[in-house]
């Protein structure tokens, strides 16, 4: 009874806690521009069931795709056993799903197999980024919170499946010895390896090691679950929408700015103010310089950001040794949008927003040194658009802050004198014809 009613309790302010932190992040993403993604709705399922379910962009580079797979496949089925185990907590029954048999189990081994995929995959992993020091864990932007985040997911997860597979290897030694209270499942294949380990324990150490296991498996999984909404890992839950959302359009394809057509529509028109909405309206910004000048698909896009690293280790300007490197400008961005969120929360009716922006923290060195190639958006395993960031970035230098390379002023300016970039005069230009 004390138990059902602790583990209630518990699971109560996990849930709570969880939703809370949800409703945060849903309201910081709306903190971006409105924005209206519904066309073609059967490409957007085909496409995140390829991208975000069937892990196609993972695959391309095959030991991390097949790995990371492992690692989903194996964390999702795991956790379809955590449906029994919150019953069980509930009702304080013992392995409720027991009566399906020969199916409960070929379920639990199943389980085993992939809690020890996850637990290799996650050793991998650890090694990488660890040992083998892969060059793109270990970028500027990759300081010690990212790193420490990366290695605390890893390492939970191997101690979860390590209790499941305990908890299980106890289970499997109680009811050997007819333990009242464990019915009888089957064998437990995997996790029987580890049975050496418990034997000669009396029954009582035997039941402390399986409700041990239990209780810290339930528990983990829960902190867990809130933990990742403060992570890099929220992605296991933001890669399915990010990728239903994400641009449909050609890569390159550059949106024409609204605001420009609307000024040019007021230049030409004969009477520019006949319409009084305009007069009144707010004075049009160019490009963005902060979070709400930016669609919520961009919020989104930086909360989903797995920090992979792959946009980075693909990036021409990257690897030439410049400044930029793309996976940055989304934590950035996310970065902004949990502080303003956090001031928001603070000072509640009475916020004011501060007078910084994100070109505090993205320098207009990064902003500059893009090709615009999409190599990073063409590997992005969440569909990311790095380079509407980076236009609407540059937007804001050139056409608010009239701030642009030396380059690109010779080229304005010619644009603007000459009609074409080139430093000719328009009547010179059929002289080439005269020869
Ligand atoms: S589009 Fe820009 S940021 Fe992306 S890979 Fe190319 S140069 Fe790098
Ligand atoms: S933007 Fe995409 S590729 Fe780059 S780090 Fe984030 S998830 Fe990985």
Same mark, same amino acid.
């Given at each position: 009874?004390?138990? &059902?009613?602790? !583990?209630? %309790?518990?699971?109560?302010?996990?849930?709570?806690?969880?939703?809370?932190?949800? =409703?945060?992040?849903?309201? +910081?993403?709306?903190?971006?521009?409105? /924005?209206?993604?519904?066309?073609?709705?059967?490409?957007?399922?085909?496409?995140?069931?390829?991208?975000?379910?069937?892990?196609?962009?993972?695959?391309?580079?095959?030991?991390?795709?097949?790995?990371?797979?492992?690692?989903?496949?194996?964390?999702?089925?795991?956790? @379809?056993?955590?449906?029994?185990? @919150?019953?069980?907590?509930?009702f304080n029954s013992h392995r409720l799903f027991s009566f399906m048999g020969g199916f409960y189990s070929f379920l639990i081994n199943s389980f085993e197999f992939f809690a020890l995929s996850v637990i290799i995959a996650c050793f991998v992993f650890l090694l990488r980024r660890n040992v083998v020091k892969l060059?793109?864990?270990?970028?500027?932007?990759?300081?010690?919170?990212?790193?420490?985040?990366? +290695?605390?997911?890893?390492?939970?997860?191997?101690?979860?499946?390590?209790?499941?597979?305990?908890?299980?290897?106890?289970?499997?030694?109680?009811?050997?010895?007819?333990?009242?209270?464990?019915?009888?499942?089957?064998?437990? @294949?995997?996790? &029987? =390896?580890?049975?050496?380990?418990?034997?000669?324990?009396? $029954?009582?150490?035997? @039941? !402390?090691?399986?409700?041990?296991?239990?209780?810290?498996?339930?528990?983990?999984?829960?902190?867990?679950?809130?933990?990742?909404?403060?992570?890099?890992?929220?992605?296991?839950?933001?890669?399915?929408?990010?990728?239903?959302?994400?641009?449909?359009?050609?890569?390159?394809?550059?949106?024409?700015?609204?605001?420009?057509?609307?000024?040019? $529509?007021?230049?030409?028109?004969? *009477?520019?103010?006949?319409?009084?909405?305009?007069?009144?309206?707010?004075?049009?910004?160019?490009?963005?310089?902060?979070? &709400?000048?930016?669609?919520? #698909?961009?919020?989104?896009?930086?909360?989903?950001?797995?920090?992979?690293?792959?946009?980075?280790? %693909?990036?021409?300007?990257?690897?030439?040794?410049? #400044?930029?490197?793309?996976?940055? =400008?989304?934590?950035?961005?996310?970065?902004?949008?949990?502080?303003?969120?956090?001031?928001?929360?603070?000072?509640?009716?009475?916020?004011?927003?501060?007078?910084?922006?994100?070109?505090?923290?993205?320098?207009?060195? /990064?902003?500059?040194?893009?090709?615009?190639?999409?190599?990073?958006? $063409?590997?992005?395993?969440?569909?990311?658009?790095?380079?509407? %960031?980076?236009?609407?970035?540059?937007?804001?230098?050139?056409?608010?802050?009239?701030?642009?390379?030396?380059?690109?002023?010779?080229?304005?300016? +010619?644009?603007?004198? *000459?009609?074409?970039?080139?430093?000719?005069?328009?009547?010179?230009?059929?002289?080439?014809? $005269?020869?």
């Amino acid at each position: 009874m004390i138990s &059902s009613v602790l !583990f209630i %309790v518990f699971f109560a302010m996990a849930i709570t806690f969880f939703v809370k932190r949800i =409703l945060y992040i849903k309201r +910081n993403i709306l903190l971006g521009k409105k /924005e209206t993604i519904n066309n073609q709705p059967a490409e957007r399922w085909k496409m995140m069931f390829r991208v975000a379910i069937g892990q196609s962009k993972m695959v391309k580079r095959p030991l991390a795709g097949i790995l990371h797979i492992f690692i989903y496949v194996g964390f999702l089925l795991v956790n @379809i056993e955590m449906l029994e185990i @919150i019953l069980d907590g509930v009702f304080n029954s013992h392995r409720l799903f027991s009566f399906m048999g020969g199916f409960y189990s070929f379920l639990i081994n199943s389980f085993e197999f992939f809690a020890l995929s996850v637990i290799i995959a996650c050793f991998v992993f650890l090694l990488r980024r660890n040992v083998v020091k892969l060059p793109r864990f270990h970028s500027a932007e990759m300081t010690k919170g990212p790193k420490s985040d990366a +290695n605390a997911i890893l390492l939970t997860e191997i101690a979860l499946m390590t209790a499941f597979l305990s908890m299980n290897a106890a289970d499997s030694l109680l009811q050997e010895i007819g333990s009242a209270h464990y019915a009888q499942t089957g064998t437990f @294949i995997i996790s &029987s =390896l580890l049975k050496p380990l418990f034997a000669g324990f009396s $029954e009582s150490t035997l @039941i !402390f090691i399986e409700r041990g296991a239990w209780w810290f498996h339930i528990i983990g999984v829960l902190i867990f679950m809130n933990y990742v909404t403060y992570s890099k890992h929220l992605h296991i839950f933001l890669a399915f929408p990010n990728v239903y959302f994400s641009k449909l359009k050609a890569k390159g394809y550059l949106p024409n700015m609204e605001s420009v057509r609307k000024e040019v $529509e007021l230049m030409l028109s004969p *009477n520019p103010y006949s319409n009084s909405s305009s007069e009144n309206e707010e004075p049009v910004k160019f490009g963005a310089s902060d979070i &709400s000048d930016f669609s919520w #698909k961009t919020l989104l896009d930086a909360y989903t950001c797995t920090e992979c690293g792959r946009c980075t280790s %693909v990036c021409p300007a990257n690897i030439t040794g410049k #400044k930029l490197s793309p996976r940055k =400008l989304f934590m950035d961005i996310r970065d902004r949008s949990e502080s303003i969120g956090n001031a928001m929360d603070l000072q509640k009716a009475n916020f004011q927003p501060d007078d910084k922006n994100l070109l505090n923290l993205i320098t207009p060195e /990064e902003v500059w040194a893009c090709t615009t190639c999409n190599a990073c958006a $063409e590997v992005c395993p969440v569909n990311i658009n790095h380079t509407e %960031v980076i236009f609407s970035l540059r937007r804001f230098l050139v056409m608010e802050q009239s701030s642009a390379p030396a380059a690109l002023n010779m080229c304005f300016k +010619n644009i603007e004198n *000459n009609g074409a970039p080139w430093q000719f005069s328009p009547e010179d230009r059929l002289l080439w014809t $005269e020869e």
